[in-house]
């Protein structure tokens, strides 16, 4: 793909703070944010953000209100697409992940890119919804994605053609912004 073609730069938006018990998985789960929290990125994230980028959206509410404020804020209307969710845990969603059998975790940590927890999906289906979503960008300059931090880990890590083995290993804060740009050797990783 030509650097001409499709984005240019990327403003990967983790959502605010989660309203939920310390220690529990939601990925997909659609779970409370924390409102003060809210109100804290929205003063803060428009002084970061592109005003002339499309703005696009998973659409849990975590981010979606997120994208809304921004869009009150004066951004455009925020695109929801389903790609930009977050990894799908199945049966482990909502539950401690004290709780979660340990043979599961196990089994998980010697294989995170393929092994899908039950009745949940895999970190290569969420790479390749992720990817396919960044592929299907109209041409722009610039695309702020408000997301989620399993995407942002799996984008930060696939476009730049690194191995997915090490998921996790970079932590993405709640509200942080991570920038990608893509030039003639590929995309490269900005400031955060």
């Known amino acids: ?23 529990h ?39 979606l209100r997120l994208a809304q404020g921004l869009q009150a804020a004066g951004f455009a209307e925020p695109v929801v697409d389903a790609r930009l969710r977050e990894m799908d845990f199945g049966r482990w969603e909502g539950r401690g992940w004290s709780e979660v059998p340990r043979e599961q ?12 927890p039950p009745g ?23 695309a702020i994605l408000v997301t989620h931090a399993g995407v942002i880990q799996v984008l930060t890590r696939s476009l730049r053609g690194l191995a997915l083995s090490n998921f996790g290993s970079t932590k993405v804060d709640y ?4 920038v990608m740009t893509r030039g003639t050797g590929g995309w490269t990783l900005g400031e955060r």
């Open 1 to 23: 793909m030509s650097a001409q073609a499709g984005v240019t730069r990327l403003w990967l938006v983790r959502h605010p703070r989660p309203d939920v018990p310390v220690g």
């Open 25 to 63: 998985c939601y990925g997909a789960s659609d779970v409370p944010i924390v409102d003060a929290h809210l109100e804290e990125l929205l003063g803060l994230l428009p002084l970061r953000l592109p005003r002339h980028a499309p703005v696009y959206s998973s659409p849990l509410s975590r981010c």
């Open 105 to 116: 975790i196990d089994a998980w940590r010697d294989d995170i890119v393929r092994y899908v």
């Open 120 to 142: 949940g999906e895999s970190l290569a289906s969420l790479a390749e919804r992720g990817n396919a979503f960044v592929a299907a960008l109209p041409a722009h300059p610039d």
């Open 175 to 178: 509200g942080e912004v991570v």
